[in-house]
């Protein structure tokens, strides 16, 4: 026998409300801005504020929001407009922060990646999200460009942007606490641009200089 249909008192009273401290509320409304309007907001207001630490450089909100627009507007150079899916595979650094935000800037769909994927299972995501563009680091580029070189010409990508790991930081600040010997290895070291058949590989510093016009 089937169950009887929750009645409306069923969804608005659930289980666990007896139990939810009095202070907070039992639902959340949606917010009348979005993810950049918050983020242009706090660079208006505290443009010189320190938005984010990472090993030893201070970035500022206006920082943050400045390059976030120069690469949304590269993105667009590129073909990227709304609800186009972009893949995003880094570890957490400055640069995942703003590729994040200039992706939303473009209108378009971020796709995070999980950093540890392999080229078999980056080749789903690359098919999945219909993706033409994906922005990565460069211990990371090397499996996307083989995930992209394994597909079929319509499927592969159009476009990789790579950037290294110090254009989150200055390597040559000596930094205030200890740091492993394999995270410096990996970190500091600067490796080349692969070569992608079949699409173009672009470096980060020129893609956060870009002057074009910003998406509308």
């Known amino acids: 026998m089937s169950s009887p249909a929750p009645t409306s008192g069923h969804w608005q009273r659930r289980l666990h409300h007896p139990h939810w401290p009095q202070r907070l509320p039992k639902a959340l409304g949606l917010t009348s801005t979005n993810l950049w309007d918050n983020l242009a907001t706090s660079a208006a207001r505290y443009p010189d504020k320190c938005a984010v630490h990472y090993m030893g450089a201070a970035w500022s909100y206006r920082q943050i929001w400045t390059m976030s627009q120069r690469l949304a507007a590269w993105l667009a150079s590129k073909g990227v407009s709304t609800g186009d899916r972009v893949l995003l595979n880094m570890q957490n650094c400055p640069q995942w922060l703003i590729a994040h935000f200039a992706i939303l800037r473009a209108n378009a769909v971020v796709v995070p990646v999980n950093p540890m994927n392999r080229s078999t299972e980056l080749q789903h995501y690359i098919v999945d999200a219909d993706a033409k563009l994906a922005i990565t680091t460069t211990d ?23 950037t290294q790991h110090t254009d989150g930081f200055d390597a040559k600040v000596k930094v205030d606490f200890p740091v492993p010997k394999a995270w410096r290895d990996w970190l500091w070291q600067e490796h080349p641009l692969p070569v992608m058949d079949g699409g173009q590989v672009h470096d980060w510093q020129s893609a956060t200089s870009h002057d074009g016009s910003h998406p509308s």
């Open 140 to 162: 990371l580029a090397p499996e996307l460009v083989l995930a992209s070189q394994a597909l079929p010409g319509a499927q592969q990508l159009q476009h990789l942007l790579v």
